[in-house]
């Protein structure tokens, strides 16, 4: 436990700094909360004139929008600013003096910056469309609690590999923004991919069937298409395990390459700033 | 000097800024193009699952986001001034300076910078409009080519106006409010699908609240040569786009209101 310390520390800190926002998160909640209905009110559309040809039923891609809306902020949209700031001017420097694992003193960091974005958002959310929508008569376009007790206690799992997983590829995005000085360049990149490939945009099964198989197995799903589908039991049984190995398996591969990656920026790395 | 020559100054200084550093410049471009149309990745697929929706196919959609893109695109890259101005111009008491000169606050904001980066969006939504007119019938005769430029006229006017009520709000709450996304980039959200598929209310709260439908559903109904589905007489579709200038007009005189009521936050 004593281990451990320094990295709970890392996270506590960064997650109380990013809880003082309080109005721009208020205000961010309010647009999601308007993105989510636009987006649901599409969904209704096309579900409307031919709700067969739907992968999952409306109710679940009602939901779908909500918990996405809810957790976007665990989405590693764009690589953590504190650290492309540290390389810029050389505050790099105190993290390589710290007697500490330096890529888990990043990643703890990153899981910090993540959650504290996250949950605030997620608790409005429930509250907004879980609890009020159905209150005030619109529980067709409410999120649904889980499928079941098994979806709940599986997406438990789900949402902390998916958490784990968004922190891994985070700190890939840090890592190369480390070592080129450039956080504009990485985002502009990681922002579409992310985006399309995690099922933020759409959910997977909506694409044209011929990419499923390789939709499925990519690293991405894993964010929020794969514990989402847990969630109202799209995938339950042999299949919700298989979704939770591949998010496991791909958050060990993407930790060891990031892992890796750390260690020769770490060793070329040139001091910055005075 | 006149206005106009003002402004063209203000424009012609904000480029030369710019291509100082041309690659971060084609750099940012490009982000915003990839970022901006991973959008009509998910009307195709959409389109693609469940067939025509409202009477639309994809190609016929896709005029619809093409436009409203490339309008919003217009009025992202013109109004930067107005965006950030409660950030850079009210909480830092800049205003004040700005006031100072013998010259409109708001032609100042106009041309305080034109973000070329913007252009991305533009950038994608025209290829769009080329490979959607490859999957539709559109004519482009001289008549519809005067409808898709007054249109978009209209759709930049409505835009910028949105933009103009944000800055206006920040004289009440100082710092620019995130909230007014919801009406640029969710305006833009919902306009790139065709009215017609939407409930009811929604389709109200577009045509009369925030003309949205006036400058991209109606004159894009007069370049696709369709009647209206929902009744809108045929007459009245290339009309339509003049609502974005009244939208404008009404802003301003918000944005007067506004003025009349600043106290500097310098000190």
């Known amino acids: 436990m004593a281990a451990a310390r320094p990295y709970l520390a890392a996270f506590r800190a960064r997650c109380q700094l990013m809880l003082q926002y309080r109005a721009a998160a208020l205000a961010g909640f309010a647009t999601q909360l308007w993105w989510g209905a636009i987006r649901i009110l599409v969904f209704a559309a096309f579900y409307g004139v031919n709700a067969a040809a739907a992968p999952i039923s409306l109710a679940d891609a009602v939901t779908y929008v909500w918990l996405g809306q809810a957790l976007l902020a665990l989405q590693p949209w764009i690589a953590d600013p504190e650290i492309g700031l540290a390389v810029r001017t050389g505050g790099v420097g105190y993290d390589r003096l710290r007697p500490l694992d330096a890529y888990g003193y990043w990643y703890a960091r990153s899981v910090g910056w993540m959650l504290a974005r996250a949950l605030p958002r997620a608790v409005l959310m429930v509250l907004a469309a879980g609890i009020v929508l159905p209150l005030v008569g619109l529980g067709d376009w409410a999120w649904r609690p889980p499928s079941g007790v098994t979806a709940a206690l599986l997406f438990v799992p789900a949402f902390a590999l998916m958490t784990m997983l968004g922190a891994a590829v985070l700190m890939l995005a840090n890592i190369i923004v480390a070592a080129s000085l450039n956080e504009r360049g990485v985002n502009a990149v990681l922002t579409p991919l992310v985006i399309v490939f995690s099922g933020s945009l759409l959910p997977l099964d909506f694409y044209p069937d011929a990419l499923r198989p390789f939709l499925h197995v990519q690293p991405l799903a894993g964010l929020v298409d794969i514990p989402f589908r847990i969630y109202f039991a799209d995938l339950k049984g042999a299949a919700a395990l298989q979704g939770l190995a591949l998010q496991a398996g791909w958050t060990v591969v993407l930790i060891g390459l990031g892992r890796l990656a750390m260690e020769r920026m770490m060793r070329r790395l040139e001091m910055q700033g005075g | ?267």
């Open chain 2, 1 to 267: 000097m006149n206005a106009l020559a003002l402004y063209g100054r203000y424009v012609a200084t904000s480029l030369r800024a710019q291509a100082q550093y041309p690659t971060a410049t084609l750099m940012l471009t490009a982000g915003h193009c990839a970022a901006t149309a991973i959008e009509i990745l998910c009307v195709f697929a959409l389109f693609h699952r469940f067939g025509s929706v409202g009477g639309w196919t994809f190609g016929e959609a896709a005029v619809f986001y093409a436009l409203v893109n490339i309008m919003f695109s217009l009025a992202d890259m013109l109004s930067r001034g107005f965006e950030v101005f409660g950030t850079d111009f009210v909480r830092t008491g800049a205003f004040d300076r700005v006031l100072l000169r013998p010259r409109a606050a708001a032609l100042q904001l106009a041309g305080y910078e034109v973000r070329l980066s913007r252009l991305g969006r533009l950038l994608q939504a025209a290829v769009v409009l080329v490979f959607a007119t490859s999957l539709v019938p559109i004519a482009w005769d001289a008549s519809t080519i005067a409808i898709a430029v007054w249109a978009v006229a209209g759709g930049v006017a409505l835009f910028m106006g949105i933009l103009v009520l944000q800055a206006t709000l920040a004289f009440w709450t100082v710092d620019s409010l995130e909230i007014m996304n919801v009406l640029t980039y969710g305006g833009v959200q919902a306009a790139q699908y065709p009215l017609n598929i939407y409930a009811a209310w929604f389709r109200q709260v577009l045509t009369f609240g925030l003309p949205l439908a006036c400058v991209a559903y109606y004159p894009v109904l007069a370049i696709l040569k369709r009647p209206d589905p929902l009744g809108a007489p045929d007459w009245l579709l290339p009309l339509a786009p003049i609502a974005g200038f009244a939208f404008l007009a009404l802003s301003f005189v918000a944005w007067r209101a506004g003025m009349a009521r600043y106290t500097s936050t310098g000190s």
